[in-house]
T-cell receptor, first 116, second 113 residues
Framework: GAGVSQSPSNKVTEKGKDVELRCDPISGHTALYWYRQSLGQGLEFLIYFQGNSAPDKSGLPSDRFSAERTGGSVSTLTIQRTQQEDSAVYLC??????????????FGQGTRLTVV | GENVEQHPSTLSVQEGDSAVIKCTYSDSASNYFPWYKQELGKRPQLIIDIRSNVGEKKDQRIAVTLNKTAKHFSLHITETQPEDSAVYFCAASKGGGGFKTIFGAGTRLFVKA
């Protein structure tokens, strides 16, 4: 049984380079979230996809950040012109779309991004 | 917009003591309140949840309470053990269109042996 899978698990990049982070949600999960977690900090919401609806991008910290979700499944988070403050663990989570609201979010193992 | 506030940000207790983490939410339509535990270096995982039609739920040493009127919910851990040391996140969500889970900022719990 596959859970939420993220790749790569670790990424070291030079300042100014672009990076792409990938998330494979659980099959059938229509809701997908990206969060950022800096060392010792909480979950910072980035973006939320729900089915065919327009994504909620309210958490993206700057226009260097973008995300897409192709075919309602795999999602890619792209960070352009990376900065050192982008260093963090990027977590993806997916869940079923709940009619009632009662649904568990399943997290991937995260991608640890280090910008040097 | 919707918001979930969580307190305290850090909590240190002696092994065997109880720990309480509190959250408040802003959207009165929220009807589901899960709690996630994140051990060091691991992903957050659901440990217990409560629905809006219930005031309290217990599972062994952990319990959650919900006060819908005050829009408060709390996690209670009794007889704490060192393995309870982790970051705990509360969350609130609602169903239907516009559904999105909102997470609290997290509480780092240290249980001292």
């Amino acid at each position: 049984g596959a859970g939420v899978s993220q790749s790569p698990s670790n990424k070291v990049t030079e300042k100014g380079k672009d990076v792409e982070l990938r998330c494979d949600p659980i099959s059938g999960h229509t809701a997908l979230y990206w969060y950022r977690q800096s060392l010792g900090q909480g979950l910072e919401f980035l973006i939320y996809f729900q089915g065919n609806s327009a994504p909620d991008k309210s958490g993206l910290p700057s226009d260097r950040f973008s995300a897409e979700r192709t075919g309602g499944s795999v999602s890619t988070l792209t960070i352009q012109r990376t900065q050192q403050e982008d260093s963090a663990v990027y977590l993806c989570a997916s869940s079923l779309f709940p009619i009632t609201g009662y649904t568990e979010a399943f997290f991937g193992q995260g991608t640890r991004l280090t910008v040097v | 917009g919707e918001n979930v506030e969580q307190h305290p940000s850090t909590l240190s207790v002696q092994e065997g003591d109880s720990a309480v983490i509190k959250c408040t939410y802003s959207d009165s339509a929220s009807n589901y309140f899960p709690w996630y535990k994140q051990e060091l270096g691991k992903r957050p995982q659901l440990i217990i949840d409560i629905r809006s039609n219930v005031g309290e739920k217990k599972d062994q040493r952990i319990a959650v309470t919900l006060n819908k009127t005050a829009k408060h919910f709390s996690l209670h851990i009794t007889e704490t053990q060192p393995e309870d040391s982790a970051v705990y996140f509360c969350a609130a969500s609602k169903g239907g269109g516009g559904f999105k889970t909102i997470f609290g900022a997290g509480t780092r719990l240290f249980v001292k042996a």
